[in-house]
């Protein structure tokens, strides 16, 4: 069975600087999907972020970017110039490519950003 | 900008009542999906549905859930007999697709058992 580990409840970035987010996962398979969502507080998780596990190069959304190590299992956030609005939870989540869209999470690393 | 709606936004309920949290996915969407999060552990899948049926469901979706999608707009999670245990924060998503869709999810139920 698959599983998705955070290793870090909680991180704290001052504003304007850059903060990693750590996740590994554990996977047989050899093609699968992982996503960064974002939960501010009370409201919806969105998605931040996607990689395909077939695709070498790491994915970027504006300030937001991954580390993908296939072999090593590990799969981190950037986030470059921090803002006051990124300060939320991320929870990291695996995807088989061959289910039905269910998503494997892993345990949420708290955000604080300081101003 | 379409949203995943649920509701009720808290309910709480005695040990042993039924439960029903509405969802009501975004228009087009064609999966829908229920998460649970109980307080301090792991966002857990619970069960997917398309075309009218349940296409996958994990363990922890036993006798006591049920899934119903009651009109063209609605996507029902009814719990029969509520158990200490299922005070839970209750998550609905939809989906475009299934293997490349982006889930988009509701705000969540919080639903404590007394």
């Known amino acids: 069975a698959q599983t998705v580990t955070q290793s870090q409840p909680e991180m704290s970035v001052q504003e304007a600087e850059t903060v990693t987010l750590s996740c590994t996962y554990d996977?047989?398979?050899?093609?699968?999907?992982l996503f960064w969502y974002k939960q501010p507080p009370s409201r919806q998780m969105i998605l931040v972020i996607r990689?395909?596990?077939?695709?070498?190069q790491n994915a970027t959304e504006n300030r937001f970017s991954v580390n993908f190590q296939k072999a090593a299992k590990s799969f981190s956030l950037k986030i470059s110039d921090s803002q006051l609005g990124d300060a939320a939870m991320y929870f990291c989540?695996?995807?088989?490519?061959?289910?039905?869209?269910?998503?494997?999470f892993g345990q949420g690393t708290t955000l604080q950003v300081k101003p | 900008e379409p949203e995943v709606t649920q509701t009720p936004s808290h309910q709480v309920t005695q040990m042993g009542q039924e439960v029903i949290l509405r969802c009501v996915p975004i228009?087009?969407?064609?999966?829908f999906y229920w998460y649970r999060q109980i307080l301090g552990q792991k966002v857990e899948f619970l069960v997917s549905?398309?075309?009218?049926?349940?296409?996958?469901k994990s363990e922890i979706f036993d006798d006591q859930f049920s899934v119903e999608r009651p009109d063209g707009s609605n996507f029902t999670l009814k719990i029969r007999s509520t158990k200490l245990e299922d005070s839970a924060m209750y998550f609905c998503?939809?989906?475009?697709?299934?293997?490349?869709?982006?889930?988009?999810f509701g705000e969540g139920s919080r639903l404590t058992v007394l």
């Open positions: 998503a939809s989906s475009e697709e299934a293997n490349t869709g982006e889930l988009f």
């Open positions: 996977t047989s398979e050899s093609d699968y999907y």
């Open positions: 990689q395909e596990a077939y695709k070498q």
């Open positions: 989540a695996y995807r088989s490519s061959s289910n039905t869209g269910k998503l494997i």
């Open positions: 228009s087009n969407h064609l999966y």
């Open positions: 549905f398309y075309n009218n049926e349940i296409s996958e």
